[in-house]
């Protein structure tokens, strides 16, 4: 109906034109007039309003497409704009494609993605009104600071949708650069975190080992002073020499076998047979483990072993002896 608006128009001025300065009431022309009038003022309010060079605020993105608080919009629609620079790049005559460049100060955090959008937004809006086409469409703007140099562009939108602003391609680099540089912070707060981490967790390590030493220390302290225990002897140096340590408290690691008597009993003291005289007859039972035990070297003495005959093996006077918690001692003995 839009499109017969004009041809409308010029039929009433022919008309008028026919009949000015002879038309009366009732006149035939005047009613023509007066019914094509009408028509026209009912295919006008029929008809859709025609763009205008304002558009009126830009529909606001939806949250999934905007971050940002309303404290940065309107702290970016604070902006004087007569600090920001525009100029149109391109303004199509065939398409609604419009491209233009902005230069707003250094101050503005355009890292903050609703300030950098509520700027966008202000562009397309100059863009717009300076390249009217009665819609959103097609609408590029670059956002840079600095005059110097303003091909630098920071933020870069472009926006598809003829009715809303959604700024499908989107580039900041600002913003890009914070996020960048708050992930490294991120990571080296992290690193630095395991690490405190790792550093607590070998302090609790060294001390829980000093607290065992020190606790080794303090049972082999009092087993030696308990028993006058000179020396812990290993398997080599007794078997080898058991009357270098005559007459000597010294201690070995052992386990029990048996009772050869009332008072004597056989041990092995890594893999050898030992034997142990004035044993009291009810210590040693089911006790399988090891056994820290003191005793006065006597020198040595025979016994029978199987397959072997008749060996002299050491033989130790029983002064006192401790149950171990731990295979070779390791919770009474301290290491060497």
Known sequence: MVKHFGLVVVIIGAIQYVGAGSA??????????????????????????PPTGNLGAPAAASNAQTTG??????????????????????????????????????????????????????????????????NWGNIVVSIGQNPKNPSNIAVRGRNYDDKTLTWRELYNGPREARQKAE?????????????????REQQARAAAEQAAKARIAERWSTFSSKNG????????????????????????????VQMQAADQGLFKFDGDPVVVSDVPKTRFGSHAGAILLAGDVLGTTKVQI??????????LSYIGAEDCGESGCGDIVPKR
């Open 24 to 49: 009366q009431a009732g006149d035939p022309i005047e009613q023509t007039l007066k019914g094509l009038s009408g028509l026209v003022r009912k295919m006008h309010e029929q008809a859709p309003a």
């Open 69 to 134: 608080g309303s404290s940065a919009e309107a702290g970016a629609r604070t902006i004087d704009d007569s600090s920001i620079t525009y100029i149109m790049e391109d303004c199509s005559k065939s398409i609604s494609y419009r491209a233009i460049r902005m230069t707003v100060p250094s101050t503005i955090d355009l890292a903050d993605d609703a300030t950098a959008r509520a700027l966008l937004a202000r562009g397309a809006k100059w863009a717009e009104a300076k390249c009217h086409k009665g």
């Open 183 to 199: 992930a490294e912070q991120r990571a080296n707060r992290e690193r630095a975190e395991r690490a405190a981490a790792q550093m």
């Open 229 to 256: 225990v000179t020396k812990l002897v290993t398997n080599q140096e007794l078997f080898k020499n058991p009357f270098m340590f005559e007459k000597q408290a010294v201690a070995i690691v052992v386990t029990f």
């Open 306 to 315: 199987p397959g072997l005959g008749e060996v002299a093996v050491p033989h």
